[in-house]
């Protein structure tokens, strides 16, 4: 068994890591010329929480499936689908069923005819269990997320838009094209971080990357944030390479995304585009990865296995030589600082392509304002933009009609009963939601704690403000994009399409209005409450407040027209305004990346959280104090630092009261496997098995 080297602090993909090295569980790989005599048996990894694989008896008659490809199998009273890892010969069984094979029970059907998984991604999933403290069966799931069918139909071949006539490169994209491309020629792995503001002509330096990629017989994978992939950014990528581009996103049916999978398998598709799943695609001649919108939280998977998709990338690409290019108009600091410290190359794009000029935001302070969600100066601005016929957007990052319903009597808000959350009142349904668990009650007609009557909304969000917009600027078309306004197929595409008709429009919204779009006659951008995400119990709060402000100014100003952007806060001093107000953000990134070097955050030390929650909150207590004690009797010698117990920042979800543990350091594979298993037997112990839950997150995005 081959260890990771112990990699050192840093950021957040392990270098020195060995790739390639055998995992666990996966052994020597067979050739199918090398699959021994009858009986046989498969060593098969199901979707269970434990780190161990199961043999099963192959039929006499079935021919061996090949490592990689799924089988159904009998479980307990059930029936599973597993990966199979490899074939045995009984003198290979574990011991105890080594003796009495016959107990071996038979596979019920091979579902493939050709692995999902060949060689390089079954040891990539055996990394990615490994680094990410997964079980592999489960990772491996998730590694195929396509479903068998019985009778797969085959979707209608979209019509082929027209090939897109590439324009002239820039010179700045030229030169970053030209180091992408003598990477590629090399065919030695590469990490490019592609830094370049809104508008600068990343996704035609990304569209000839993959061109040059394609000509030398090497495939693609372009990964995006799930909301901006639009079928207006998918048409791009196929209006220049043609029908081989494979779209795969969450929105597909069943049978049109195991179409991509397929023709990515097969050779009928050489780019595969999607969200952070699609870096699994089966491609075998994988040549470069490219990575849009890099800093962008979506990449995290926020269930099991919870990986990143960017260092997945990266760990693949390391294996097979391939290039990765990030790009983003807001690399994460950790990107940053990778780029700086040589593990990545930096190419920089600094200029809008038609030379105009980014609008920095002006600051409204509202300490120094009476009444309305909008300040006058905001008002006059988006008077005047409508009045010439142009369009404004404005970002109001909280849904529903208001945060909160009070009793103006004692104060309480309603809340939620599974997650004392307060209650966000939607308008419309007259509703009361709750954000975290999905909840929804009715308005209380008299207030549960002292009976009152009286109720108070406070806190605008998106409901209220397109209310008063539509109000306040009669006959102009107002359009609203949030999760609500966006859950039907396609309502995104269609909302987009309504405000970039043409006359003036209004287009407001939560973040999902910040990314990518390309509208040129968005001439004003206002920030309703640019402090919303500025002060929560989260080192990364104010980095994604900077990303967010950016993000959403780049969409101002994209036309022949300069764009203005207003944004209205509390906290004009505060670092990443004024940093911003200034044109000065690069001031903001040092002093960030000082705080954290001293705090020991990343880049400069690696994070894993740890939530344990129970029914109860004693037990949720007791089960984290144990384990924090246990961890350190076990591995006394860890320079891993452990912080916590402490209340999470949602101290109750769903009815489970929640404890975090946070560690600073590195965990080797074994620790992180350890938490698991150990944890397992502190629920035995505390007779709690099944109640108490634990959710172990290596490079949390987030800690909230
Ligand atoms: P980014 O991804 O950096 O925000 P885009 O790639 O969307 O920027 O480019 C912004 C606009 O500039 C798009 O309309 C694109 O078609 C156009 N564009 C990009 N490169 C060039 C070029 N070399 N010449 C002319 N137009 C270009
Ligand atoms: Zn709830």
């Known amino acids: 068994m081959t260890r990771p080297s112990p990699d050192g602090e840093g950021p957040s993909f ?56 799924r089988v159904r199998v009998p479980l307990g009273a059930g029936v599973e689908t597993g990966v199979v890892l490899r074939v045995l010969d009984a003198a290979r069984l574990e011991p105890a069923l080594r003796d009495r094979p016959e107990r071996v029970k038979e596979i019920l059907e091979v579902l493939d005819a050709e692995p999902w998984l060949d060689a390089p991604l079954l040891r990539l999933g055996a990394w990615l269990a490994d680094y990410y403290g997964a079980a592999p069966g489960e990772t491996l799931r998730a590694m195929i997320p396509v479903k068998p069918l019985k009778r797969p139909r085959q979707p209608a071949p979209e019509p082929t838009p027209p090939r897109d006539e590439p324009p002239r490169p820039t010179p700045a994209q030229s030169a970053a094209l030209a180091e992408v491309t003598a990477a590629l020629d090399a065919g030695a792995f590469a990490a490019f971080l592609l830094h370049g503001v809104t508008g600068s002509g990343k996704t035609e330096v990304y569209l000839r990357a993959i061109a040059h990629a394609l000509d030398a017989g090497r495939q693609a994978i372009v990964l995006v944030p ?31 995304r195991l179409a991509v999978w397929r023709g990515a398998r097969e050779g009928s598709l050489d780019v595969v585009l999607g969200p952070r799943s699609a870096v699994f695609a089966p491609l075998p001649r994988l040549g470069l990865v490219v990575i849009d919108e890099e800093h962008d939280g979506s990449y995290k998977q926020t269930e099991k296995p919870r990986y990143h998709a960017r260092s997945v990338a990266l760990v693949r690409a390391r294996a097979l030589g391939a290039v990765v290019v990030m790009g983003s108009a807001t690399p994460g600091l950790e990107s940053l600082h990778n780029a ?41 601005a988006l ?56 909840q929804e009650r009715p308005l ?57 008709a043409p ?116 037990a949720a207590e007791e089960a984290a104090r144990r384990l924090r004690r246990d961890f350190r009797d076990a591995w006394p010698d860890s320079p891993a630092e452990m912080l916590g117990p402490a209340p999470a920042f949602l101290p109750r979800l769903k009815g489970r009261h929640r404890r975090q543990l946070l560690v600073k350091g590195c965990l080797t594979r074994d620790q992180k496997a350890w938490f698991s ?28």
């Open 14 to 69: 392990a270098p020195g890591l060995p790739l390639g090295a055998p995992a666990r569980y996966d052994g020597a790989m067979p050739d199918r010329d090398d699959i021994p005599a009858a009986p046989r048996f498969l060593d098969v990894a199901l979707p269970l929480p434990v780190r161990r694989s199961f043999s099963y008896r192959l039929p006499a008659e079935t021919p061996a499936p090949a490592p990689g490809c």
């Open 226 to 256: 799930e909301i901006s992939l639009t079928p207006q950014a998918a048409r791009r990528f196929r209006a220049r390479l043609g029908e081989r581009v494979g779209i795969f996103h969450s929105g597909l049916g069943a049978g049109e």
């Open 340 to 380: 700086r410290t040589g593990k990545y190359r930096l190419l920089s794009l600094p200029d809008r392509v038609g030379g105009g000029r980014i609008p920095r935001p002006e600051l409204v302070d509202l300490r120094e304002q009476e009444g309305g969600l909008l300040a006058p100066a905001l008002e006059e």
């Open 383 to 438: 008077d005047a933009c409508l009045g010439r016929g142009e369009k404004a957007m404005l970002l109001l990052n909280r849904r529903g009609h208001s945060r909160l319903r009070l009793c103006r009597d004692c104060g309480e808000p309603q809340r939620c009963s599974r997650c004392d959350i307060p209650l966000t009142y939607h308008s419309g349904r007259e509703r009361l939601v709750c954000h975290y668990c999905g």
């Open 444 to 500: 209380a007609p008299a207030c549960p704690e002292c009976g009152g009557r009286r109720w108070v909304l406070l806190g605008a969000g998106t409901q209220q403000l397109e209310m008063d917009l539509e109000l306040r600027f009669p006959g102009v078309r107002v359009l609203r994009m949030d999760l609500d306004s966006t859950s039907r197929r396609g309502a995104h595409q269609r909302i987009l399409d309504a405000f970039a």
């Open 503 to 618: 006359g003036p429009a209004l287009l407001l919204g939560t973040q999902m209005i910040a990314k990518g779009h390309h509208i040129p006659e968005v001439t004003l951008v206002g920030v309703v409450a640019a402090d919303t995400g500025l002060f929560l119990p989260d080192y990364r709060a104010a980095e994604r407040t900077w990303q967010l402000l950016e993000q959403v100014s780049g969409r101002a100003g994209r036309g022949e027209r300069p764009g203005r952007v207003i944004a209205q806060t509390y906290n004009p001093d505060h670092p990443v305004l004024a940093g911003l107000a200034a044109g000065r953000s690069g001031d903001w990134v040092e002093r960030e990346l000082r705080d954290r070097r001293q705090l020991g955050y990343p880049p400069f030390r690696r994070l894993t959280s740890l939530l344990v929650s129970a029914p109860e909150e004693e």
């Open 677 to 704: 298993e150990h944890f397992a037997a502190i629920a035995r112990a505390m007779r709690r098995t099944g109640a108490l839950g634990l959710d172990l997150d290596v490079d949390p995005e987030s800690l909230l």
